[in-house]
């Protein structure tokens, strides 16, 4: 996974988010691998910006569908993003509301390998700055 | 008077026997908790690489040859992406052993005759008869994807054994794996646990697996769960209200469904 470049302001700091973020991408990671290897998605990350469609509180996955801005004038190109159970998510203060439709969002990904619009979920950082997931 | 009192004891010892342990003498395992570690069923053999998504380095569990090369077999065909996983398909339960080494929650229901494993994932529950009872005769018995577990207490731990899980030469026949890097046992397995609560927040399953068939000594592996905080809430698992990740019945793939149920990818 190409690592998210930190602060430089402190050394001990940068070390600590490195592993921190190693953990919630284990975390992440864990998370997306309770139903089926996550085999399909690359191990490279990616952001996408759009607005949310939808968000399928489901199991075994969740889902995050996603309008991702294109080309300017371009219509917007509708992304699968796949999250985990709603069992494990709820537990973390994850609700069906957490994504609501017509919110603004930036997400980190890991696309599928051949360029199909679908994802394994990392983070998202909604307009008002708020984020969800992995996100440093 | 004295000899009727007497009777009264004995009957009633016998009846405390024959029903399992006493209420009083029974641990406490409430709480709800999750296992540690990732889904690799043997975390001894994992490096820090290997696990559910990365082949790793692992050493093997004692296989003879022959098993040997169907694991081999399984674990190329999970390189390309191409073992189907029954997992994926929503249908069948995890059997056991692979719901001791499954995500989300467990609760360990201790009861005088019986103790119950419940998991979430799945669910599944295995059903462990501390009643006295026998596991039936062989010909009695049949394959079923959890088994039968009967035991006892030696103390603090649970001690059972588990026989007649439906194992077999997988994928070529059966159903059940022990986890995603398509490790299998067979028909002969027999597998011994010790479970007991070792600390406060520390459930642990020592678990011994005889396979006359496909192994050539025991193989021993060890899980642990850990305690999640107080009021921590369990749900259903409905695997087939969403599930866009099936299985291709004709390569083994697990494919990615779009919104439209269409297929993604090639």
């Known amino acids: 996974m190409r690592m998210i470049v930190l602060s430089r302001t402190a050394g001990v700091r940068r070390w600590i988010g490195g592993v921190f973020i190693a953990c919630m991408a284990l975390l992440g990671a864990q998370t997306l691998a309770a139903h089926h290897a996550g085999t399909m998605f690359s191990e490279e990350m990616k952001e996408i910006t759009g607005t949310i469609k939808e968000f399928q509180f489901t199991n075994p996955h969740s889902w995050i569908q996603v309008m991702v801005e294109t080309k300017p004038g371009a219509p917007p190109q509708e992304w699968s993003v796949e999250w985990g159970s709603p069992n494990q998510l709820g537990r973390r203060g994850i609700r069906p509301s957490t994504f609501k439709p017509g919110a603004k969002v930036t997400m980190r990904i890991h696309p599928m390998r051949d360029g199909s619009p679908a994802a394994g979920f990392v983070g998202a950082k909604f307009a008002d700055g708020t984020t969800v997931g992995s996100w440093e | ?266």
């Not at chain 2, 029974?26 to 998504?53: C, H, I, K, N």
């Not at chain 2, 059997?95 to 019986?114: C, I, K, T």
């Open chain 2, 1 to 266: 008077m004295k000899l009727l009192s007497m009777g009264c004891v004995m009957v009633l010892l016998t009846a405390s026997q024959a029903l399992g342990q006493s209420r009083d003498a029974l641990p406490d395992w409430s709480g709800v908790w999750q296992m540690v570690g990732g889904t690799v069923f043997d975390r001894a053999t994992a490096t820090s690489q290997g696990g559910v998504l990365t082949p790793g380095l692992r050493e093997r569990p004692p296989y003879n040859a022959a098993w040997e090369a169907i694991y081999e077999r399984n674990l190329k065909l999970r390189d390309q992406n191409q073992l189907p996983d029954p997992i994926n398909t929503c249908g069948t339960p995890a059997g056991f052993p692979r719901l001791m080494n499954l995500p989300d929650m467990y609760e360990f229901v201790v009861r005088p005759e019986q103790t119950w494993i419940l998991t979430e994932n799945g669910p599944n529950v295995l059903r462990i008869y501390t009643d006295g009872r026998p596991h039936p005769a062989p010909e009695d018995r049949w394959p079923t994807y959890t088994g039968d577990s009967v035991g006892k207490w030696e103390g603090d731990t649970l001690v059972f054994t588990t026989l007649s899980t439906k194992h077999s030469q997988w994928p070529t026949e059966g159903d059940t794996v022990l986890d995603r890097t398509g490790l299998v046992l067979s028909d002969a397995a027999k597998v011994t646990t010790r479970l007991r609560r070792t600390d406060a927040q520390t459930m642990e399953a020592q678990m011994v697996i005889e396979d006359p068939k496909a192994f050539t000594a025991p193989w021993r592996v060890t899980k642990t769960y850990r305690v999640q905080p107080k009021g921590t809430r369990v749900y259903d698992y409905g695997c087939a209200e969403n599930n866009r990740n099936p299985v291709d019945a004709s390569t083994g793939k697990t494919l990615i469904l779009g919104p439209d149920g269409k297929t993604f990818g090639k």
